[in-house]
């Protein structure tokens, strides 16, 4: 009786092992896990797209818009790209019709998740100012929350896509239309164009409907095929919206950039040097071009905390923070002055490039500025310091567009230090 017992127990476990497998052998590599997660993409048009990889192998694949699908399997990593293995669809003798190879590519802390073989489609969206984006919003999955996450630097590219990303802008003219719906470009190879790229189309600053997409660099005068929307022109108008001289541009906006300097005054000791204190911190300077979010998260302050600097999150007075923060915006404010050039501030103003290389700060320009406590950073519970963009520092104007530098600072009021400093340019059309 045991014995047949034993059989039939040996029977059951193994059915039930049949209908659910053991999770496969690489999904406890820990390359594995690390790219285990929810991605996201979002567009206006195509809707969301939606990517778990679960831990124990599995995946789902899930599209909203004009087709909505949804699709299970498995997934495995081949060669460092991630592959999903659709289960077969019995009801329509097919698999499912969907993207199965795609390439993580890191970000410093972020982990993107392009289609293998159109990872033009991440480079573009960063020669664009698209990314790195603030929330799920992007054409290219990012793993969820992965947009609260800071980047500085390069992404890790493949090789093969390092010189598609362009390290300052390009701008040119179309000069000429060809039959089929192509253009010529004023800007080609020789200018670091190449094949795959997309241009975006602009008239005076005001963007156009259509696209440009190299198909040919063709040495100094690139050969684009002009894409447009469904509704962007009719079909017997192959060039939508453009016109000769429309202007065309591989950015919207430059990534921000950074710069480290160090104390410079006697009482401070080398940066990360170990004192009585803990380690001194070096400063950043983290320049934010115009039209791009902080990367801060955070939470505006009432009238009542912005009068008492932090809230309860500070031991010290009101007016100890704010002193504490005076004087240290009085020993790192000539720094600001002096790192930062005119070159800083033709790539912060986005619609005045090229016309600020001559312009003059006001010396000191930095004791023109009344900083106040505006709001609590969430995940470090520093005080952001700063002011309204009118009480910055006037730019010259063009096109009617009023210009003012801008300045904020992340003050750690338990250390009574600040760690990073934020210059950009904000304005307004004026009325």
């Known amino acids: 009786m045991g014995f047949i017992t034993a059989i039939t127990a040996f029977a059951i476990a193994c059915v039930y092992n049949a209908r659910s497998p053991l999770a496969p052998p690489e999904s ?36 909203t818009g004009k087709v909505e699908r949804q699709y299970a399997g498995r997934w495995r990593l081949d060669a460092g790209a991630v592959e999903l293995l659709p289960t077969y669809d019995e009801a329509n003798e097919r698999f499912p019709d969907m993207q199965v190879h795609w390439r993580p590519i890191r970000w410093g802390d972020r982990l993107y998740l392009p289609p293998d073989g159109k990872i033009i489609q991440l480079v573009n969206a960063i020669n664009h100012g698209d990314e790195p984006r603030t929330s799920a919003k992007g054409v290219v999955p990012l793993r969820r929350d992965d947009w609260n996450r800071e980047v500085i630097g390069d992404p890790e590219l493949p090789e093969t896509w390092r010189n598609y990303l362009l390290r300052s802008p390009l701008e040119g003219r179309i000069v000429e239309f060809e039959e089929g719906g192509f253009a010529r470009l004023d800007k080609g190879g020789d200018d670091g164009l190449l094949g795959g790229m997309v241009l975006l189309a602009h008239l005076e600053g005001t963007a156009r409907c259509c696209e440009l997409k190299i198909i040919c660099p063709c040495e100094d005068r690139a050969r684009a095929d002009v894409v447009c929307p469904e509704d962007c022109a009719g079909p017997d108008a192959p060039f939508g919206d453009l016109i000769l001289s429309d202007q065309f541009s591989t950015t919207r906006a430059v990534l921000k950039w950074e710069k480290v300097i160090a104390p410079n005054t006697p009482a401070r000791v080398a940066p990360g040097a170990d004192t009585p204190g803990g380690p001194v911190p070096q400063l950043r300077i983290l320049f934010v071009p115009e039209a791009r979010p902080m990367p801060l998260d955070l939470a505006p302050l009432s009238k009542e905390q912005s009068a008492a600097s932090s809230g309860d999150t500070c031991a010290e007075s009101p007016v100890e923070v704010r002193a504490a923060f005076g004087r240290e915006w009085a020993e790192w404010g000539p720094r600001i002055v002096g790192e930062t050039t005119t070159e800083d501030l033709s790539r912060l103003a986005l619609r005045l490039r090229g016309t600020l290389r001559g312009v003059s700060l006001p010396p000191r320009w930095d004791l023109q500025l009344v900083l106040e406590p505006l709001a609590r950073e969430r995940r470090t519970g520093g005080i952001l310091f700063g002011h309204q963009a009118h009480a910055g520092i006037p730019l010259p104007k063009a096109r009617g567009w009023n210009r003012r530098l801008c300045v904020s600072a992340l003050f750690d009021p338990v250390t009574s230090r600040i760690s990073t400093v934020f210059i950009t340019v904000q304005g307004w059309i004026e009325e």
């Open 28 to 63: 406890r590599d820990p390359a594995f896990l690390q790219i285990a997660g929810e991605y996201l993409a979002r567009t206006g048009t195509d809707g969301e797209l939606a990517i778990l990889l679960e831990a124990d192998g599995g995946f789902r694949y899930t599209r």
